[in-house]
């Protein structure tokens, strides 16, 4: 079963073909990091018009790399939501268009569910239920999962979600766009590393707050014998990654699952990567870092849970948001 799936919620024009839900045979993704570098984040109009103009040299370049023809395909998946309107449609409709050329089914897909399905494409096959922990630019979600489709939410940021705290801390700093790489880099480089920044530990809630600390950061960059920038950015890493890991860690031990799942372009970070590793004693999966930020081959592997919510591509829209019906947050928003 290979599926062509599309991705382009956000600021990353992607595509790939995936095997069985398992096997990325190809994953091509063309960052617009360039073009929105200048306003340090993503300008929606801007993105939805990027993606207009990678969309097809990329899924050219997904089948090539494959060694896939039209005629090797099964289904076309893309992402449905949640993500920027705008540039969703874009996707959407290309595959939408393209399935309905070929006279393939449609499979819409759920983009965080995307990232959790990216723990598929490894080696080992993660045991369910899980605890996933999906820490993005747009969401901070710890999430139940029992099994493909069937996610509760057990709790969330109440305001940044953690990748958006790494840009604009990155951004206090004066680092670029987006601001989760140059900033672990920058904080590696520390030579002092004793600054103790606060975490919000929102005890006996899965919830999660990233909005003091960034304060904090901004007050220890004004105060009159201000760290190095280093120092700053390292001490916020630890903060981050200390609250996402134990947090995440307490839960999974609790609700008694048999594996803890991280995903979503903040699961690329080094210190949240080892620390998480260090304290939960369940099995802990983590994507490499291609598969943690944006891609589509993560939408292929959650698609190819959902082929019973397959439709024709020339349904009505509506038909979409409700298909997919164990997605989490499915719909075009
Ligand atoms: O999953 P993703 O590619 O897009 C969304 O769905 O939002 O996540 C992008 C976010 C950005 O905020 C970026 O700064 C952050 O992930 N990020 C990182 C790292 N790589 C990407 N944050 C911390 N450390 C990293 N190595
Ligand atoms: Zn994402």
């Known amino acids: 079963m290979r599926i062509l799936a599309i991705e382009s919620s956000c600021d990353e024009t992607a595509a790939a073909v995936v095997a069985d839900g398992r096997r990325a045979l190809s994953s091509v993704v063309a960052s617009q990091d360039a073009h929105h570098a200048a306003t340090g984040g993503v300008v929606p109009e801007v993105a939805a018009r990027q993606h207009l103009r990678a969309l097809l040299p990329v899924v050219r370049r997904a089948l090539s790399d494959a060694e896939c023809g039209w005629d090797d395909l099964d289904a076309i998946a893309a992402t449905a939501g949640p993500g920027l309107p705008g540039a969703l449609v874009v996707g959407f409709n290309a595959a939408r268009g393209l399935a309905y050329a070929r006279g393939l089914p449609l499979i819409p897909v759920d983009h965080i569910e995307g990232h959790v399905c990216a723990n598929w494409l490894g080696e080992a096959e993660p045991p369910l239920p899980a605890l996933a922990l999906v820490v993005s630019g747009g969401h901070t979600e710890l999430l139940l999962m029992a099994e493909h489709g069937r996610f509760r939410r057990l709790g969330g940021t ?176």
């Open 158 to 333: 109440r305001d940044d979600a953690a990748g958006e705290a790494f840009d604009k801390v990155a951004r206090l700093l004066g680092l670029g766009y987006p601001g989760g790489p140059p900033l672990s880099a920058l904080a590696r480089t520390a030579q002092r590393r004793t600054l103790r920044l606060p975490r919000a530990w929102l005890r006996g809630s899965d919830d999660f707050s990233f909005s003091g600390l960034k304060t904090a950061v901004l007050h220890a960059t004004q105060a009159p014998n201000a760290p190095p920038a280093a120092e700053i950015a390292w001490a916020f890493e630890q903060a981050v990654a200390d609250v996402l890991s134990l947090k995440a860690a307490r839960a999974a031990e609790r609700e008694g699952v048999s594996a803890l799942l991280l995903a979503g372009g903040v699961a690329a970070n080094g210190c949240l990567r080892a620390l998480a590793r260090e304290r939960c004693a369940l099995p802990v999966f983590i994507p490499p870092p291609a598969l943690c930020t944006d891609n589509a081959a993560m939408i292929g592997a959650a698609a190819f849970r959902h082929l019973d919510a397959a439709c024709d591509p020339a349904a009505p829209l509506e038909v979409y948001s409700t298909a997919a019906r164990g997605g989490l947050r499915l719909g075009m928003r």
